[in-house]
């Protein structure tokens, strides 16, 4: 039988543009790719095979009218594009997930995965009592702790919440403002040795000094509790780090005097490790704040999240710098 001209053959009908449910599919398979490094990887995490997830990418890409990954055999490299793409996709997919939570109501229970952002001595020890309570009082939900000092991009790092000390400088978050955390001067017994204890800041600074980085260098202000005198003290540290137990531990070895967090320092206190000194004199307390990105909608989990923290951190603190 002959073939029918190919002007008569029907012509094949193009491809629907993808729904609403289509695109986000295709934006979490790209925020994959991008996040596991390969299409095999991302396709082994969602379970999936490679081919499928090359066709999500050439089908976001033909739907955007751009490319947004550079491939070859050993390498995978977004576009300017690409990147552009990757960004704006994170924020839409978790503005999207907030405004089903929302629609479902602060009643539900919270579920997903919550990520936040923690001070390392704070988050490896006074923080993680409420962080178990949290737990415990949510099944569904897990939560990725993750610890360091920098400043936090939310939508870049894909971070939830974090609990921040210190001033907040960034006008473009919620900042809830949680806890005081008191500092006091200490050192080790064998600093004082040959020398009379300090009874006035001006003492202190004829002594070798540690410093922490984040909130002092080489000088600070220590405030009489009972009449609120200033004295400024001015020193060139023998240490300086970023790290709260990096402090304490050197601290602790003599190295010098160092101004700390009183919880930290209170159990080395109690048992003759350090001394307390200058008690009448103290550094300002440092605030405690949980921060997390200004939003119309906000997940249970991250409501939970912060209604609980409000509640439990400054017993944490009370608890931890309690006389024993």
């Known amino acids: 039988m002959p073939r029918p001209p190919k002007s008569a053959r029907p012509r094949a009908l ?26 095999s990887s991302a396709a082994a995490q969602l379970g999936t095979t490679q081919p499928t997830v090359s066709r999500r990418l050439q089908a976001l890409e033909r739907s955007l009218g751009l490319r947004l990954l550079q491939r070859s055999t050993h390498a995978m490299k977004l576009t300017e594009d690409g990147a552009r793409c ?25 579920e997903g995965t919550l990520r936040v952002v923690v001070p390392h001595a704070f988050g490896q020890q006074l923080l993680v009592e409420p962080l178990t309570e ?7 939900v897990s ?9 936090v991009d939310f939508i870049a790092d894909g971070i939830d919440c974090a609990i921040h000390v210190g001033e907040v400088k960034d006008p473009s978050v919620v900042a809830i403002r949680v806890a005081e955390v008191p500092r006091i001067v200490a050192a080790a017994p064998s600093v004082l040795t040959g ?3 300090p009874t006035h800041p001006d003492e202190l600074a004829r002594l070798p000094w540690l410093s922490l980085r984040t909130f002092y260098r080489n000088e600070l202000s220590l405030t009489h ?9 001015v020193f060139q540290p023998r240490l300086s780090t970023d790290s709260l137990y990096a402090l304490r531990s050197a601290a602790l070895k003599g190295l010098g005097i160092c101004v700390a967090s009183a919880w930290v320092l209170h159990e080395d206190i ?7 000194l200058v008690p009448e004199w103290q550094a300002s307390a440092l605030p405690m704040y949980l921060l997390y990105p200004a939003a119309r909608f906000h997940p249970a989990r991250l409501r939970k999240f912060v209604a609980l923290m409000r509640e439990l951190i400054p017993t944490a603190l009370a608890v931890a710098t309690r006389k024993q």
């Open 14 to 39: 193009p491809k629907p543009p993808p729904t609403t449910a289509d695109r986000l599919e295709l934006m979490q398979t790209f925020l994959r790719i991008v996040d596991a490094g390969s299409l």
């Open 86 to 110: 990757y960004e704006r996709a994170k924020e839409l997919l978790a503005n999207w997930e907030m405004f089903e939570a929302d629609l479902r109501g602060a009643s539900d229970e919270p």
């Open 134 to 140: 949290y737990l415990h009082r949510h099944p569904r």
């Open 143 to 151: 939560v990725e702790w993750l610890l360091h000092d920098r400043a």
């Open 195 to 197: 020398r009379s204890r």
């Open 225 to 233: 509790v009972a009449t609120g005198e200033a004295q400024p003290i």
């Open 270 to 276: 109690v048992k003759g490790r350090l001394v307390h």
